[in-house]
């Protein structure tokens, strides 16, 4: 079946590096994406990977996907405290629908 | 260039009540998803509407029902609503509905409460 984990909470100081984890089951993901959510907002798309495709760069933040572990990972870079937040991966075949995960609640202290 | 609204933001209901949530698609974006998000957890996909006709449906009972209009903006409809229907009920649009590889553009979503 489909299904998408990550650790629930992650806790990092202002200016480190935060790296958050991904693992899906779906081996016929094409798409991988990481969306961030901030208290009463809704989902705001961070970056997305293809699945033919092992890093992608976007200023601060790098993702790295490993297909072989269906694992993925987001690094956000200088993490300031703008970036506490919730951070969701999901995954789709290219149809119609998301599979997103639990996500991650990232705590960045000053 | 709009985003994803969202109408109501709150909503506070009774168990065995009907309720209507919409939502106005991205100016250019025809193809409107929504998710169910329940405290804690990630969105839950619900079903899918692409050019007025339903395009995918998740694991929701039947009293979850949607309609698109012409001007692609939405509707979702619970009737019978029951305490665990009580979540963050976001809509997305996206440019098509094929596949997700534009990504979705998400609204802020209406926070329903089941009482």
């Known amino acids: 079946g489909e299904d998408v984990e990550q650790s629930l909470f992650l806790s990092v100081r202002e200016g480190d590096s935060s790296v958050i984890n991904c693992t899906y089951t779906?081996?016929?993901?094409?798409?991988l994406y990481w969306y961030k959510q901030e208290p009463g907002a809704g989902l705001q798309l961070l970056t997305y990977i293809f699945s033919n495709m092992d890093m992608k760069q976007d200023q601060r933040l790098t993702v790295l996907l490993n297909k072989k572990d269906k694992h993925l990972s987001l690094r956000i870079a200088d993490t300031q405290t703008g970036d506490s937040a919730i951070y969701f991966c999901a995954e789709s075949s290219g149809t119609y629908k998301y599979i997103f995960g639990t996500g991650t609640r990232l705590k960045v202290l000053a | 260039e709009t985003g994803v609204t969202q109408s109501p933001t709150h909503l506070i209901k009774t168990r065995g009540q009907q309720v209507t949530l919409r939502c106005s698609s991205q100016s250019g974006h025809n193809t409107v998803s929504w998710y169910q998000q329940a405290l804690g957890q990630g969105p839950q996909f619900i079903f899918q509407y692409y050019r007025e006709e339903e395009n995918g449906r998740g694991n929701f009972p039947p009293r979850f029902s949607g309609l698109q209009f012409p001007n692609y903006s939405s509707e979702l409809n619970v009737n019978a609503l029951e305490l665990d229907d009580s979540a963050l009920y976001l809509c997305?649009?996206?440019?098509?509905?094929?596949?997700?590889?534009?990504?979705?553009?998400f609204g802020s979503g209406t926070r329903l409460t089941v009482v």
């Open positions: 779906d081996s016929s993901s094409t798409y």
């Open positions: 997305a649009s996206s440019l098509d509905h094929r596949s997700t590889n534009y990504g979705y553009t």
